[in-house]
């Protein structure tokens, strides 16, 4: 009797044991379902993003360009200036999100590579604000730097990318009529630059999300690939600084990034 007590109680212990791992193998078998499922969401949202926001700067290449090569003769100079004009900034709209798509699969495969040197960070705004004015002259931009120049240690490209992503989001999030502001300023011995829109602004449970991959703002007419900000964020984490987003109730949001700053003499030897 003892030994079938015995029998009948290595037997539940390993019962319950049998369970107890079948358990977890269930459990994990459906956290990676569910993991492959998010995934495949995840880049049929991309694919559907991309797609979408390709037809229309393909589209105005491909008419501006018609256009010319049918009516060439007939058009004056300013006129083919024009529509030569408007296919570049949709070859450039092209441009950047194929940088972005790319740029994506570098970051996460750890291979973004930075060539730090220092630089002046005034001059890197003022020339990303007038290009953005070259590319869009009806949209202005209140533009405020220092004096002095405000030395960091960077990568040009980079930060022109991501100045341009900032000053693009502000445009895309504002009326027409609106001026972004865009301000350089020294705080705590860091250099701060901030972006500001007067837009719809982003509600506080979208602040730090909106810095994730595919996030877009609110409404239909924003558009985009929802990999700016993103891209943005490991670009200047990648330069040891840090970037956030504000948005005080109706007053449109802003944009900040802050890196670290540099001494002069050893930005500009003599």
Not at 5 to 10: D, G, I, Q, S
Not at 83 to 111: F, I, K, W, Y
Not at 212 to 240: C, E, M, N, Q, W
């Amino acid at each position: 009797e003892t030994v079938g007590r015995v029998v009948v109680l290595v037997l539940l212990i390993a019962g319950a044991a049998l369970t107890g791992l079948l358990s977890r193998r269930l459990r994990a078998s459906r956290a990676e379902q569910a993991r492959l499922q998010a995934i495949g969401e995840a880049q049929q949202e991309f694919i559907s993003i991309v797609s979408h926001e390709l037809r229309t700067p393909v589209a105005g290449v491909l008419g501006f360009l018609e256009t010319s090569l049918d009516h060439w003769d007939t058009m004056d100079d300013s006129e083919r200036r024009t529509a030569v004009g408007r296919a570049a900034s949709n070859a450039r709209r092209l441009q950047a999100m194929t940088r972005d798509v790319l740029d994506t699969q570098h970051m996460e495969g750890g291979r973004l590579i930075q060539v730090l040197e220092p630089l002046d960070l005034a001059a890197e705004v003022r020339v990303a604000v007038e290009a953005a004015t070259d590319a869009d002259a009806e949209r202005a931009i209140d533009l405020v730097l220092p004096d002095e120049p405000v030395w960091v240690s960077g990568d040009a490209d980079r930060l022109q990318q991501v100045l341009t992503n900032l000053i693009d989001n502000a445009r895309k999030n504002s009326p027409a009529v609106e001026r972004a502001e865009i301000t350089l300023d020294v705080v705590d011995g860091q250099a701060r630059v901030s972006v500001t829109d007067h837009g719809a602004g982003i509600a506080d449970a979208a602040l730090e999300r909106i810095f994730d991959k595919f996030v877009r703002g609110p409404g239909d007419a924003v558009s985009g690939t929802g990999l700016g900000l993103y891209i943005s964020r490991h670009i200047i984490s990648a330069h040891g600084g840090e970037i956030w987003a504000e948005s005080p109730p109706g007053e449109g949001a802003t944009f900040r990034f802050v890196l670290p700053m540099v001494p002069a003499q050893v930005a500009a030897p003599d």
